[in-house]
C-alpha cells in the first residue's frame, strides 16, 4: 500500500521527510470465531435443570361413590403420624392392637428415615414377598413442610405404596399423649 507524505514547507531538519510508523494490526476474526463455536458448545452440551416434581395420584371427587374404608394387612403397614415441632410417630399394625410402637422420630437419617428402611426389609420376610404400605397422616398441627419432607422420605426410601389419609381421633391422642401436639 502506498502512502503519501506532503511536507508543510517548514524546512525543518534539512527536509528529511519522516513517514509515520504505524502500529501493528491484530486480526481478531479467529477468535470471535472460536468465542462463538465455543459458546454453541456449551449451550448444546449442557443440561437443563428439569423441576423437580413428584405424581401423587389424587382420587377422583365423584360424590355420587361410597366412601369405603382401605383395609390393610397388620403385617404390611406402617403408619406415620405427622405432629408439631417436625415430630412424628409412628407405628407398625394397627392403632388398636400395635405390632410395634407408637414411638416418636424426627426426620432424617437417625429419624423416621431408619424405620423406613429396617421396615421395608423386614415386611417381605413375614409377607410372603409382599412390599410395606406406609400410611401417612397429618395432623392439624403439622405443616406442609412435614408433609413434603414426609413424602421426600419415601422418595430417599424407595417406599412403592404409601397413601395420604385423614387422622382418627385414637391418634390424635397418642399425639397428644407423646407430646408432639401442641395447641
Known amino acids: 500500500m502506498a502512502e503519501l507524505n506532503q511536507d508543510s514547507g517548514k524546512g525543518g531538519k534539512g527536509g528529511k521527510v519522516r513517514s509515520k ?10 477468535m470471535v ?8 458448545f456449551f449451550m448444546l452440551t449442557t443440561s437443563l435443570n428439569k423441576p423437580q416434581a413428584m405424581d401423587v395420584a389424587m382420587p377422583d371427587k365423584d360424590k355420587t361413590e361410597k366412601k369405603e374404608e382401605v383395609l ?12 408439631s415441632d417436625n415430630k412424628v410417630s409412628w ?9 410395634e410402637g407408637p414411638t416418636v422420630a424426627g426426620f432424617g437419617a437417625d429419624g423416621i428415615r431408619k424405620v423406613l428402611i429396617e421396615k421395608k426389609a423386614y415386611v417381605p420376610r413375614v409377607s410372603g414377598g409382599k412390599d410395606v404400605i406406609v400410611i401417612i397422616r397429618p395432623s392439624d398441627m403439622s405443616t406442609q413442610k412435614d408433609l413434603v419432607d414426609i413424602l421426600d422420605e419415601m422418595k430417599i426410601v424407595d417406599i412403592k405404596r404409601y397413601m395420604i389419609a385423614k387422622i382418627s381421633p ?5 399425639l397428644k399423649r407423646d407430646n408432639i401436639y401442641n395447641d
Open 91 to 99: 407405628y407398625y399394625g394397627q392403632i388398636n392392637a400395635p405390632i
Open 72 to 83: 390393610t394387612a397388620d403385617n404390611r403397614s406402617v403408619t406415620v403420624l405427622l405432629g
Open 170 to 174: 385414637e391418634e390424635i391422642d397418642v
Open 21 to 30: 510508523k504505524n502500529g501493528g494490526k491484530v486480526d481478531l476474526t479467529a
Open 33 to 40: 470465531d472460536l468465542a462463538f463455536l465455543l459458546i454453541t
